[in-house]
Each structure stands twice: as C-alpha cells, then as structure tokens.
C-alpha cells in the first residue's frame, strides 16, 4: 500500500503505518487520542474521500476526560447482577436439551451459514478485519456460528439462540435510529457521499439491515420459550463487549460507538437502556 493511500480502491478502510509515529507523539504531548492513529494522517485533510467521520469530531468531554461515577456504579451492579444470578442460569441447562431440528431446517441453516461466511469473508477481503472490533460485526459472526452449529445438528445452537436475537436487534435499531443520523451529522460535507455509499455497501446492508431478518427467521422457523439462561448468556456477551469497548476501543480513541461514552452522567441512562432492550425483546420472543 502507497504511503498516501486511506482507502482502499472500493472504499474499504484498512489500519495502516503511516502517520503513526507522528500521531502518537501528538497525542502523547496534547493527551488526547486521534483517530489518525487508526487510519492515517491524512483522515482530516481536504478532499479525503473517507467514508467515515474523524473521531476527533465529536465533543472532546465525550472522549477525554475521567469517567463518571455513575459508570463505574452501573459497571459494578451490572457485574454482581451476572455473578449472584449465574446459579439460576446453570439450572435451566436441562431445559435445553431435546431439542432438536428438522432435516429441513438444518440444510436451511447450512444454507445461510455459507452465505453470512461468504459476507464475512468479503469483508476481511475488501475492508481488512478491523470491523470485527465491532459489536456489529461480532453480532453477525455468532449469527454466522448459530447457523453452523443448526445445521450440524449441535446443542451449542441453542445457547446463541437468544443472544444473536439480541444483537441483530440493538445494532439494526441503535443504527439506523442512533448512529447513521450521528454520524452524518458530524461528518465534514465533502465526507458524506462516501459514508452514504459505505452505508449501502454489500458488507453494512448485510450486517445493519438483513441481519435481524435472518435472526428472527431462525428463531421462528424452529421455536422454543426462552428460559432466563438464554438472557443471562445474552447478558454477559453484552458485559464482556462493554468492558472491551471501554478499556481497549475507548482508551485508545477508537469512538466507534460514542453514545457509550463513560464520562456524562447520562452513560447509565445509554446503559440501561440497551439491558432494558435485551429484557423486553427476551419477554417478547420468549412467550
């Protein structure tokens, strides 16, 4: 790759060297993270076809400074909630078993699970595997892993059952009602007809709309009641994401997901409210 290139030729970002050295001694002098860091020098310069917004746009307290309190308060309560209820959880591990799929439904499954591999594979292949920092994108690889471990007749299908409902839903809504508005809003003008193109791309439709589809198809064309087990493993997949987010992607300026931010008081409310989505969509696909 060319010192000077950002993009790939059909757009695709990929994490590169040069700049780095530079940037991170900037960063070291003004203690604030760049999104350069990531990918390159040149993200803020003018006439950068960049299909993504520089981090740095958004408000600095949201991206330096100390956490919270309430952060921290919500993280502990959120830990002691999965540890003092992981009890509950293991005893519904019996209701699991037994359950077992059609002959049709498994090739059904195989089926996808080729397709969501291909999308996966396309991906790493035109955009590199940074994506897969993402909770979208992680959300569509155990999607991806549900489907394989149908189609192989697997118990393990049953543990993700939830959960890639879950996810499909949080990032199709918090997308498309969030972050796609977020974003295009503090995207600089010269940048937005290349994220609205990036938006429409062959790898975002699939991982940010025909995702949830896929995961509500595979929860109704072989049904079960979900059991409080398949929220709690829905709810510590969510912890462990939150926890990378925070100290890895967060702490070294990567604002993928700056409505998580720590530092306002108002990161409880943002919390909250996705577990709270996890506890009706669990009521609502449960009964």
Known sequence: MV??????????????????TELAKDAARDGKPQSGRFFGAEWD?????CPWPSFDRFPEHLRVGPWSPLAYVFLAAFVG??????PWAYDDLSKLSGVAESPLIRFLHGAGALYMSAVMLYTCKTTGLWPFVSYT???????????????LGFQAAEILRFPVIAMATVTSTVWWLVLFPLILA?????????????NFSVFLLNMHLLNLPVALASQWSHWRPLFFLD???????????LFFYLLVMDANGLHLYIILSPRPWWCVICY?????LYAQLHRLFGS
């Open 3 to 20: 010192g000077e290139d950002i993009l790939n030729e059909d757009c695709g970002l990929r994490a590169r060297n040069a700049g780095v």
């Open 45 to 49: 310069k003018a006439g950068s076809s």
């Open 81 to 86: 909630f999965v540890v003092i209820s992981a």
């Open 137 to 151: 994108a992680i959300s569509y690889a155990l999607l991806t892993l549900r489907f394989i471990f149908v189609s």
């Open 186 to 198: 503090c995207a600089a003008a010269e940048h937005r007809r290349a994220f609205l193109k990036m």
């Open 231 to 241: 929220f709690w493993v829905a709810a510590v997949l969510a912890l462990v994401y």
């Open 272 to 276: 909250g409210s996705i577990l709270l």
